[in-house]
T-cell receptor
Framework: DAGVIQSPRHEVTEMGQEVTLRCKPI?????LFWYRQTMMRGLELLIYFNNNVPIDDSGMPEDRFSAKMPNASFSTLKIQPSEPRDSAVYFC?????????????FGPGTRLLVL | AQSVTQLGSHVSVSEGALVLLRCNYS??????LFWYVQYPNQGLQLLLKYTSAATLVKGINGFEAEFKKSETSFHLTKPSAHMSDAAEYFC??????????WGAGTKLIIKP
């Protein structure tokens, strides 16, 4: 099993640019989570999908952030326009069933730096 | 509301010494409890989880945790630290269908 795949692993961009992060969950998993990790705020849940449907997006910071899951094997997190305060490591995780009580499998993360 | 408190943002132990990382939680219903580990520049991975079966849970790499309802604690231990244990450890609690509440993390430093 390849595990959760995220791309790119590193992204450096300038303020105002659009950033798209990609995630391929583990095959067969039906829950997908996007997290953001920073030194100041720790690990934050941004959005949770179950069976490709967004269930909870209350953690999405603002309208500049959007996430989609067009099918069971792909999800994107988009930031437009990006700002320096968006600099963080973004993780995608997947699980079988409803993730709160199931093991979540994390990808390696995308390290985003917005200049 | 659920919450998780990890005591100590950094814990330093000597190689071969006992590792003890503390986690206290609050939950209105019997919780599911987790410990995850994050090695440098990697994603998190599950160490162990408590699901209301045995109160002493054994995980990977020699770690174990004991659920103590009376103390609302789920401390992580390992009898003998190894250099490869240096990482950040996260405690998390869930009593709902999908959301994990994460602790702030504890960085474990192993001294040679």
């Amino acid at each position: 099993d390849a595990g959760v795949i995220q791309s790119p692993r590193h992204e450096v961009t300038e303020m105002g640019q659009e950033v798209t992060l990609r995630c391929k969950p583990i095959s067969g998993h039906n829950s997908l989570f996007w997290y953001r990790q920073t030194m100041m705020r720790g690990l934050e849940l941004l959005i949770y999908f179950n069976n490709n449907v967004p269930i909870d997006d209350s953690g999405m910071p603002e309208d500049r952030f959007s996430a989609k899951m067009p099918n069971a094997s792909f999800s994107t997190l988009k930031i437009q326009p990006s700002e320096p305060r968006d600099s963080a490591v973004y993780f995608c995780a997947s699980s079988l069933g409803k993730g709160g009580r199931e093991t979540q499998y994390f990808g390696p993360g995308t390290r985003l730096l917005v200049l | 509301a659920q919450s998780v408190t990890q005591l100590g943002s950094h814990v330093s132990v000597s190689e071969g010494a006992l590792v003890l990382l503390r986690c206290n939680y609050s939950s209105s219903v019997p919780p599911y409890l987790f410990w995850y580990v994050q090695y440098p520049n990697q994603g998190l991975q599950l160490l162990l989880k408590y699901t209301s079966a045995a109160t002493l849970v054994k995980g990977i790499n020699g770690f174990e945790a004991e659920f103590k309802k009376s103390e609302t604690s789920f401390h992580l231990t390992k009898p003998s630290a190894h250099m490869s244990d240096a990482a950040e450890y996260f405690c998390a609690v869930s009593d709902s269908n999908y959301q994990l509440i994460w602790g702030a993390g504890t960085k474990l430093i192993i001294k040679p």
